[in-house]
C-alpha cells in the first residue's frame, strides 16, 4: 500500500489505542449497586433443552428474575467454564490482589482453604428452617465447617458410570445392566457386562484418571479415615486389588486404551459410540444434544460395589459461597441473590439432568413425566445418603489430589505397580497433611 | 561508529550524552516498557522466590527454603531430565532435519522451492491451539489417524500420549514440525537463504578443481552455513526450555476434573510446567518463583556457553 | 561472512546448468530430494489439512472409522454455529484490534530503537542492547504473576491496555529491525546530516523509505504472534466479551465433551487471516525469517 497511507494509518492508531485502550471489560467494581459473580454451567440453555441454548442462560435468566424485584443492582456474571487456568488459581489472585467477586461457584473441596481464610461469609444467618429442611442433608454436611455453613448448595455432585443402553442391546447383552431402583451391582457383574459389550468397534468399558480412582475405592478402603482427613489410609490391599482389576480391564481390551491415564478424550468417544460406558458427571446432557440419528439410548449407574459389597458413589456438592462484603447491607444484598438462586422457585423449570439440591426441586422433576432423567431419580436418591466426598473437604483436598493423580496414572502406563504407587502417594499425602 | 572513551572538553560524559539526546529519545519507549513490565516483576518475583506464600500473597522471608524445596522434590528432577532431553532432540533434530531437507530442496525448481517452504511454514502460522488439538487427535491411541496409519503398515498400535515412554517423544515430534520458532519451518528458510548468499564462485572453483557433490557440500556449503546454525541452536534451545503452552494442551486433561497435565506420571513435565503447577495448582507461588528462576538461570548458563563456544562469526 | 544480497535475491538463476549443483531433471538423486522433501512436506500439513477437512464434517464423520481422509458429506453447519454465538464478533474484533494496534505500535517504536542502537552512538548503547537481548531469554513463567500482579495494581486486568501496551515494543523487534539498519549505507545518513537534516527528519525521509523489508517483516511477524497469542491474554482476560480468538476457541474444549468440528472451525477462522497474509506477503516473510539469523 502506499507509504503515505501506511504511515497515515500508523499515526491514525495511535490515538485511537489510546482511545479504545481506555475501554476496558468489567473490572473491578466500585459501584455499590453492582454485584459481580463467577460462576459456571452443568447445562446449556434456561431448562437444559433447548437445542442452541448457551452455557449462561441459564444463570442470566435467574439473575434477571431477581434483579427485576431488585431494581438499581446490576449484576455481572462471568463465566468460569473453560478457563484453563484452575479456579482455585483465579480465586486466590483475586484475593490477593482484593478484587475476589461477590459471589463465588466453589464446592466441597475448594470452600474450606477460603473459610478458613476469612474469605468467606457464613450463610447460618440466611438459612431459614424450611431452607435446612429442604436441602439434602448430605449437602448440608459437606458444606460445613466449624460449625457454619459456608455456601449455598446448588447442585448436588456424583461421579456415576454413563452407559449407552443400544450397544447392550445390539450385543444382546441388556440383561446383564444393573435393574430398577437403585441400581446397584457387583464387580463382577459390572465385568461380565463389559466384557460381553465389547466388539471391534466398541470399547466396553473406559475411565478417566478420576474415574479410576473412584472405582477402586468402591472396594471399601477409602482415601481417608471415614472422616477424619488429617490422614490418607489408602494403602491397603483391598485398594491393590482394586486397581489390579481395573488394569486388567485395560490389558484384556475391554478398556478403552488410555483409560486411567488421562489423556484420552472419553466423552465424544463414548458420544460416537465407541464406549459402552464411561465414568461421568453429565454427559447425558449432551446425549440429547446429538442430531436425530445419532442419538442412543442411555442410562446412569453408580460404580459396581467390591468385595464390601456397598456401592460407593463420589458425592460432593457445588454452590455459590459469598465473600466477606464490606457492609451489612451489602452482605445482605448478596446473600439475597445467592438464595434465590439457589431456590426452588429459580431451579424448578431445569430439565437438565442436573441433580438438584433440593427435596422439593427433586419432587418437581419426578412429578414431570416428561422429565427424560426420571428414571434415574431413584438411583439419584439413593446415592446421595452414601456419597462420600472423594476429594476431602479441607484446606488441603486439593493439593493431595494433585500428588495422587499422577500416581494413579503410574499404574495405568505399567510404570509402577500399584502396591508401590499407593505407597509413595501415601509417603507424599501425609507429609503434606502433617500426618505422622 | 565508534564509541569514543577520552573525556576530554568536547567528549565529556555529559556532553555526549546531549549530543546523543535523540538516541535516547528513540529508545525511551522500549527502556520504559521493559524497565516497568520486566525489570519491575522480575525483581517481585525474587521476592517472590525467597518468600513464603500465603493466600493473600507474599508472606514473610524465608530464605533459600523454597530453592530447598524444590530441589528436595523429585519431581523437579524428573522435569529438568525431561527438559534437557526435550532441548536436546527438539533443537538437534529441527535443526538437522531442516539441514537435510534444505541440501534436499536447494537444487530443485523456484517453483518448486517455493511450494515446499509454504509447506514447511504454514503450520506455525496457524494458532497453537488448533494444531496441538490436531496432534492429540491423530495420536489417539485407538481410532486415532497414527495408528491407523500404523496398522496399514503393519506396525504398532501405539500408546503415544498414553505411553510413559512415548509421551514426550509425540511432543517432541509434533513441536518439530509445527512449531514456529523451533520447528523446521522457520529453519528451513533461514537454512536455504543462507545457502542462497554463499558466494557462487567458491562452487565454481571446486568444480574446475574437479570437487563432487558431496566434497562441494562438506567443503563450502557446511561451514558457511555455520553461523546459521549456530543461530539456530541457540535460539532453538532457549525457546525449548521455556516453552509451556503446547505441552498444556496436549497433556491436560480433557475429562473427567483432573487437576494435572504433563503427564502421564510426569513424564512429559518440563521445568516450565513444573513452574504452572506450583504457582497455578498447588498455589505455591514462592516455590514456583524459585522453580522459575532456576529455570531462568539454566536457560542463561546454556546460552553463554553455547554463545561462547560457537562465537567465531557472529558479529555484535 | 556472507552478506545478503538484497538486489539479486536468487543469484544462482543466472548460472547455467550446474553452477551450484543444480541436478538433471530425470536424475535418481533428484527424484530421491523430491521423495525425501514431498514426505516431509505431507507430514507437515497433515495437521492442517485435518483441520480443513474435519471444520467441514458433521459430528458422526469426524468420528467415523477409519477416519475419513476427505469429507464425504461436506457441510457448513460448524462454521454455522461459531457465529451463532453472540460473541464470535466480538472475539473476532478484539483479536484484530489488539493484533493491529500492537503491530502498528512496534513499527513506530521498534524501528526508532532499532535504528538508535544501529547508527546511533551514545553512551551506554553497548550494555543497554544486552540487558534488552537478555530479557528475550527470561522465561515467561518468572515474571508472569508478579505482572498480573502489577496489572491488579494499576488496574489493567481485563483491558485492552494490558494487552497492548507491554507489547508496544518487543525486544524481537528492536532486535530484528537493529539487525536490518546495520545493512543501510551509512554515506547516505552522513550526508542527510551534513545536509542539517535533524535525526527525526532523518528517519522519516530516508531510513524509513529505506526500510520497507524491514517494515513488511516487523509488521507481518507481530501481527501474527499477536493475533495467536495465548497465555497472557489467558491469563489477564476474564470476562467473554474481552476474550481473544484463541482463548474463546480453547474454550469449546469443555470437561464433557469437545466438539471437535466446531474447534476446527474456529481453527480455520483463525487460521485463514493468516494464511492471507502470509500468501500474500511472502517474499517477505521468508526475506524476514532470515534477517534475525544471517546476521547473527
Known amino acids: 500500500m502506499r507509504r503515505r497511507t501506511l504511515r497515515l494509518l500508523i499515526a491514525g492508531l495511535i490515538p485511537a489505542t489510546i482511545a479504545l485502550g481506555a475501554v476496558t471489560g468489567p473490572v473491578a467494581a466500585q459501584d455499590p449497586q453492582t454485584i459481580r459473580m463467577w460462576t459456571w454451567s452443568q447445562w446449556n440453555g434456561v431448562t437444559g433443552l433447548e437445542p442452541d441454548g448457551q452455557p449462561l442462560d441459564w444463570w442470566r435468566a435467574a439473575v434477571d428474575a431477581w434483579a427485576a424485584e431488585h431494581p438499581g443492582v446490576t449484576v455481572e456474571i462471568e463465566d468460569l467454564n473453560g478457563q484453563d487456568l484452575d479456579i482455585n488459581a483465579k480465586y486466590d489472585t483475586a484475593v490477593a490482589a482484593g478484587n475476589i467477586a461477590d459471589l463465588i461457584w466453589v464446592d466441597e473441596s475448594y470452600f474450606s482453604k477460603y473459610a478458613s481464610a476469612d474469605v468467606l461469609a457464613p450463610i447460618d444467618a440466611y438459612l431459614t428452617e424450611e431452607d435446612r429442611a429442604d436441602f439434602l442433608a448430605k449437602n448440608l454436611e459437606l458444606s460445613a465447617a466449624d460449625g457454619k455453613q459456608w455456601f449455598w448448595p446448588y447442585i448436588t455432585q456424583g461421579n456415576h458410570l454413563a452407559i449407552n443402553v443400544d450397544l447392550f442391546r445390539a450385543a444382546g447383552a441388556e440383561d446383564l445392566l444393573p435393574k430398577a431402583p437403585d441400581y446397584t451391582w457387583t464387580w463382577d457383574e459390572f465385568v461380565a457386562a463389559a466384557k460381553a459389550v465389547t466388539s471391534p468397534e466398541a470399547f466396553g468399558v473406559g475411565f478417566s484418571t478420576d474415574g479410576a480412582y473412584t472405582m477402586a475405592e468402591a472396594w471399601g478402603d477409602h482415601l481417608y479415615a471415614q472422616g477424619d482427613e488429617s490422614k490418607v489410609t489408602i494403602n491397603t490391599q483391598n485398594t491393590v486389588d482394586a486397581f489390579e482389576a481395573l488394569i486388567g480391564l485395560t490389558k484384556d481390551g475391554t478398556a478403552f486404551p488410555g483409560s486411567g491415564t488421562g489423556a484420552v478424550d472419553l466423552a465424544t468417544n463414548f458420544l460416537q459410540g465407541r464406549i459402552a460406558m464411561i465414568n461421568s458427571w453429565g454427559i447425558i446432557n449432551d446425549i440429547e444434544k446429538l442430531p436425530e440419528g445419532e442419538r442412543f439410548d442411555a442410562m446412569l449407574v453408580p460404580f459396581p460395589s467390591g468385595p464390601n459389597g456397598e456401592p460407593l458413589v463420589w458425592g460432593g456438592v457445588h454452590g455459590l459461597a459469598v465473600t466477606k462484603q464490606p457492609s451489612a447491607e451489602r452482605e445482605a444484598l448478596v446473600m439475597d441473590l445467592a438464595h434465590y438462586l439457589t431456590s426452588f422457585e429459580a431451579l424448578k423449570d431445569v430439565r437438565a439432568w442436573s441433580k438438584p439440591a433440593r427435596h422439593s426441586i427433586i419432587a418437581a422433576q419426578e412429578a414431570d413425566e416428561s422429565y427424560l432423567f426420571r428414571d434415574f431419580l431413584p438411583m439419584f436418591e439413593a446415592y446421595t445418603n452414601v456419597a462420600i466426598p472423594l476429594m476431602g473437604q479441607g484446606p488441603n483436598a486439593v493439593p493431595v489430589l494433585i500428588k495422587y493423580e499422577p500416581l494413579v496414572e503410574a499404574m495405568f502406563t505399567g510404570d509402577l505397580p500399584p502396591a508401590e504407587a499407593l505407597a509413595l502417594f501415601e509417603a507424599d499425602a501425609n507429609m503434606i497433611l502433617g500426618a505422622p | ?316 | 561472512m556472507a552478506t545478503f544480497d538484497r538486489t539479486r535475491p536468487s543469484a544462482q538463476a543466472d548460472l547455467p546448468g550446474g553452477g551450484r549443483g543444480r541436478l538433471r531433471p530425470d536424475s535418481l538423486p533428484r527424484i530421491l530430494a523430491y521423495v525425501i522433501v514431498g514426505s516431509m512436506a505431507i507430514a507437515s500439513l497433515m495437521p492442517l489439512y485435518w483441520m480443513f477437512t474435519t471444520s467441514l464434517k458433521d459430528q458422526a464423520a469426524y468420528m467415523a472409522q477409519p477416519p475419513e481422509m476427505l469429507p464425504g458429506d461436506p457441510t457448513l453447519a460448524n462454521f454455522g454455529q461459531l457465529f451463532a454465538n453472540p460473541n464470535m464478533l466480538r472475539w473476532i474484533f478484539n483479536s484484530a484490534f489488539v493484533a493491529l494496534s500492537v503491530t502498528g505500535l512496534n513499527l513506530v517504536f521498534a524501528t526508532l530503537a532499532g535504528y538508535a542502537f544501529a547508527k546511533m552512538s551514545f553512551p551506554g548503547r553497548r550494555w543497554m542492547f544486552w540487558i534488552y537481548l537478555a530479557t528475550m531469554m527470561v522465561p515467561f513463567q518468572v515474571t508472569i504473576f508478579a505482572l498480573f500482579q502489577l496489572m491488579v495494581t494499576i488496574g489493567w486486568v481485563n483491558t485492552y491496555w494490558a494487552l497492548i501496551i507491554p507489547a508496544m515494543a518487543l525486544p524481537y523487534n528492536v532486535f530484528l529491525m537493529r539487525q536490518f539498519m546495520h545493512t543501510l549505507p551509512n554515506e547516505i545518513l552522513d550526508a542527510g546530516r551534513i545536509d542539517g537534516c535533524s535525526e527525526i527528519q532523518l528517519v522519516r525521509r530516508v531510513v524509513v523509505p529505506m526500510s520497507t523489508n524491514g517494515l513488511a517483516v516487523v509488521g507481518i511477524f507481530t501481527f501474527i504472534t499477536t493475533w495467536n497469542n495465548f497465555l497472557w491474554p489467558l491469563v489477564i482476560l476474564n470476562t467473554e466479551e474481552m476474550r481473544t480468538l484463541p482463548i474463546a476457541l480453547s474454550t469449546f474444549q469443555s470437561t464433557n465433551e469437545t466438539d471437535y468440528g466446531l474447534l476446527m472451525a474456529g481453527g480455520v477462522l483463525m487460521a485463514i487471516p493468516m494464511f492471507m497474509i502470509f500468501f500474500a506477503f511472502q517474499r517477505y516473510f521468508l526475506q524476514g525469517v532470515t534477517f534475525g539469523g544471517l546476521k547473527g
Not at chain 2, 565529556?12 to 528513540?26: D, E, S, V
Not at chain 2, 522480575?42 to 500473597?57: H, K, M, N, P
Not at chain 2, 533459600?64 to 522434590?73: H, P, Q, T
Not at chain 2, 523451533?182 to 558466494?199: F, R, T
Open chain 2, 1 to 316: 561508529m565508534t564509541e569514543t572513551n577520552t573525556a576530554t572538553g568536547d567528549r565529556t560524559l555529559g556532553r555526549r550524552i546531549w549530543r546523543a539526546r535523540w538516541a535516547y529519545l528513540f529508545v525511551l519507549v522500549p527502556a520504559v516498557l521493559f524497565l516497568v513490565f520486566e525489570l519491575y516483576p522480575f525483581i517481585r518475583a525474587t521476592g517472590y522466590s525467597v518468600s513464603s506464600w500465603t493466600i493473600r500473597g507474599p508472606g514473610e522471608f524465608v530464605g533459600l527454603e523454597n530453592y530447598a524445596a524444590i530441589f528436595r522434590d523429585r519431581i523437579f528432577w524428573k522435569a529438568l531430565m525431561n527438559t534437557i532431553a526435550y532441548a536436546v532432540i527438539v533443537v538437534g533434530g529441527s535443526v538437522g532435519l531442516s539441514l537435510v531437507l534444505s541440501a534436499a530442496m536447494y537444487p530443485l525448481a523456484t517453483r518448486a522451492k517455493s511450494f515446499f517452504k509454504m509447506a514447511f511454514y504454514l503450520p506455525a502460522v496457524a494458532s497453537i491451539v488448533v494444531v496441538a488439538l490436531v496432534w492429540r487427535w491423530m495420536y489417539q491411541p485407538a481410532f486415532g489417524l497414527f495408528n491407523h496409519l500404523a496398522a496399514i503398515i503393519g506396525i504398532g498400535p501405539f500408546g503415544f500420549l498414553t505411553d510413559t515412554s512415548q509421551s514426550l517423544a509425540s511432543i517432541m515430534l509434533m513441536q518439530i514440525f509445527s512449531n514456529p520458532t523451533i520447528g523446521i519451518g522457520a529453519s528451513v528458510i533461514l537454512v536455504l537463504a543462507a545457502m542462497n548468499s554463499i558466494p557462487t564462485h567458491l562452487y565454481e572453483a571446486a568444480m574446475l578443481d574437479g570437487a563432487g557433490t558431496v566434497a562441494r557440500f562438506r567443503r563450502i556449503t557446511v561451514p558457511l552455513l555455520r553461523p546459521t546454525v549456530v543461530f539456530l541452536v541457540i535460539i532453538g534451545t532457549v525457546e525449548a526450555f521455556r516453552e509451556f503452552t503446547a505441552i498444556y494442551l496436549m497433556t491436560s486433561s480433557s475429562s473427567g476434573q483432573a487437576l494435572s497435565g504433563g503427564g502421564p506420571f510426569y513424564s512429559t513435565t518440563t521445568l516450565a510446567y513444573y513452574t504452572y503447577v506450583q504457582a497455578f495448582l498447588a498455589r505455591q507461588v514462592g516455590v514456583a518463583s524459585a522453580a522459575a528462576m532456576v529455570l531462568l538461570a539454566i536457560v542463561f548458563v546454556v546460552a553463554v556457553i553455547q554463545f561462547r563456544r560457537f562465537n567465531t562469526e557472529i558479529e555484535y
